[in-house]
């Protein structure tokens, strides 16, 4: 029997085409490899709270007897009633919640509710806290506080005191930054020698009520941004006719705060029976400043 012959050069050249095709399935599979491993697109970090307080037993006992003085005259049947509180209905309670208290006496009539707002970005490139800050500025937009004074407002009028006229044009410069600067609510203060700024019709001030802005509080107590409250804070604060063809003067403060991703509200409102007396602004925003201190304190313990 005939052996066929055996080729050598044959065999080498099959194993070279064999490795040739193994090398190039090689490189292939590391290029694909380096592109999954490669660097992944940066995700926005998430907000600190999760989830919300509830907002009816987020105010102790004494703190309630303390912001609605009139409840304490009551029955006690009716007294546990008012404390309870009245939960805000919404959509969401894992997004939003809210509750709201109200006591009436024979002096006065006062009224407080607190919203908690947890807000959650939907785009990856913005954090919650970003998201949360953007909503809180709207908010305090819509106070409408009033606008420090300029620096440079002081400058100019230590140089013309010295006898140094600012030149029109400057002048001019300076009431267009004025005017674009200040919120649309607000009066646009004259540019030369201030004048008396007339009362506005329906919302006359009493005799005695200190004056300082046009919400009636005394200097000091205007509204304002508030230091040292969560990530950032206002308060405002609003002097209003009760409505309804009454006379008497209704007091409303709002202490609004931020904390990470989570918005908090609070309205303390006041209302005294008789129509020759003015809720104390002092006295609400201080009550107002101090519960907000408390829920700040709990949503960050």
């Known amino acids: 029997m005939q052996r066929k012959a055996y080729v050598p050069g044959l065999a080498a050249l099959l194993a070279a085409l064999v490795a040739g095709c193994t ?25 600190k709270y999760r989830t919300l307080r509830e907002p009816c037993g987020s105010i102790e006992h004494a703190t309630l007897m303390d912001l609605l003085p009139g409840a304490a005259e009551l ?21 939003r919640v809210g509750c709201g208290w109200k006591a009436d006496s024979a002096d006065a009539s006062h009224s407080l509710s607190v919203d908690f707002e947890r807000v959650v970005s939907y785009d990856t490139a ?29 400058k100019g009028q230590e140089a013309t005191s010295a006898g140094s006229s600012p030149s029109l044009p400057q002048t001019q410069t300076q009431s267009q930054t004025q005017t674009q600067s200040r919120p649309q609510s607000q009066p646009r203060s004259p540019s030369t020698t201030p004048k008396p700024t007339p009362t506005p019709t329906g919302n006359a001030t009493p005799t005695g009520t200190p004056s300082g802005t046009p919400s009636g509080t005394p200097d000091g107590l205007e509204p304002r941004v508030l230091d040292g409250l ?30 990470s991703n989570v918005i908090v509200t609070i309205v303390y409102g006041a209302q005294p029976a008789r129509t020759t007396e003015v809720p104390d602004s002092k006295e609400l925003q201080d009550k107002a400043q101090s519960l907000a201190g408390k829920l700040a304190e709990e949503f960050s313990g």
């Open 126 to 154: 913005v954090s919650d806290d970003d998201r949360a800050q953007e909503v809180f500025a709207k908010k305090q937009a819509a106070a409408a506080l009033p606008v420090p004074a300029d620096p440079r407002d002081e």
């Open 230 to 259: 969560g990530d950032t804070a206002f308060i405002d604060d609003v002097l209003t006719g009760a409505g309804a063809g009454s006379t008497a003067q209704r007091r409303t403060v709002s202490v609004v705060f931020r904390t």
């Open 75 to 95: 029955p006690e049947e009716q007294q546990q009633r008012i404390f309870r509180g009245t939960a805000v209905v919404t959509y969401d309670t894992d997004r």
């Open 23 to 47: 090398a190039g399935t090689g490189t292939d599979s590391s290029a694909i490899d380096s592109k999954a491993g490669g660097p992944k697109s940066s995700v926005a970090a998430p907000g």
